[in-house]
Antibody, heavy 117, light 113 residues
Framework: QAQLVESGGGVVQPGGPLRLSCVASGMTFSNFGMHWVRQAPGKGLEWVAF????????NYADSVKGRFTIARDNSKNTVSLQINNLRVEDTAVYYC??????????WGQGTLVTVSS | SYVLTQPPSVSVAPGQAARITCDGNDIGSKSVHWYQQKPGQAPVLVVF???DRPSGIRERFSGSRSGNTATLIISAVEAGDEADYYCQVWDNQVWDDNSDLWVFGGGSKLTVL
């Protein structure tokens, strides 16, 4: 059964960088596009970024363009999200999810990023 | 950008059917997917492509679409169905590969009375 495990969250000061990682198992990782989705405390889901199975296509939400970079390493079954110039409003649980045709399944358990001074 | 609108809350008695709506412009031309999220847990896909269910999801979950509204239907609601539910579509412009967006509705909290 496919499983995704995120890591890298924590408390970070505004303006700082952070790199989140997601490791996949139980699936042929190189066949799947991957997404990052975030959820601010008490709020709904917000799609953040997508990377195609081969890494050659990337899409970002307008709210994160220029600050977030998604990448993948198919040899390590890993997708990452580099976040620069963190803002208080980036505080959220960040989930990675595998891409179905245009849906998200499965999801990881999430990693919490708190931006605070 | 594309907007999906859900009611913030839906209440239903046990054993009754719950209907959670998702409004979007020309949503009938899009594939609509639904997720269940229980407190403290990650979302789970319960319906995709408007009405199909992933393996392990019970037949009580189904979807429909009419005009500018998609609907998640949960028949014979149980206490364990109490959760937040989100609809989702893919918004793409065929002439611009870089404009692909994945959009979620604001979520609906299902309360079982």
């Amino acid at each position: 059964q496919a499983q995704l495990v995120e890591s890298g969250g924590g408390v970070v000061q505004p303006g700082g960088p952070l790199r989140l990682s997601c490791v996949a198992s139980g699936m042929t990782f190189s066949n799947f596009g991957m997404h990052w989705v975030r959820q601010a405390p008490g709020k709904g889901l917000e799609w953040v970024a997508f990377i195609r199975y081969d890494g050659k296509k990337k899409n970002y939400a307008d709210s994160v363009k220029g600050r977030f970079t998604i990448a993948r390493d198919n040899s390590k079954n890993t997708v990452s999200l580099q976040i620069n110039n963190l803002r208080v409003e980036d505080t959220a649980v960040y989930y990675c999810a595998a891409a179905g045709k245009d849906w998200f399944d499965p999801w990881g358990q999430g990693t919490l990023v708190t931006v605070s001074s | 950008s594309y907007v999906l609108t859900q009611p913030p809350s839906v209440s239903v008695a046990p054993g009754q059917a719950a209907r959670i709506t998702c409004d979007g412009n020309d949503i009938g031309s899009k594939s609509v997917h639904w997720y269940q999220q229980k407190p403290g847990q990650a979302p789970v896909l319960v319906v995709f492509d408007g009405g199909d269910r992933p393996s392990g999801i019970r037949e009580r979950f189904s979807g429909s679409r009419s005009g500018n509204t998609a609907t998640l239907i949960i028949s014979a609601v149980e206490a364990g169905d109490e959760a937040d539910y989100y609809c989702q579509v893919w918004d793409n412009q065929v002439w611009d590969d870089n404009s692909d967006l994945w959009v979620f509705g604001g979520g609906s909290k299902l309360t079982v009375l």
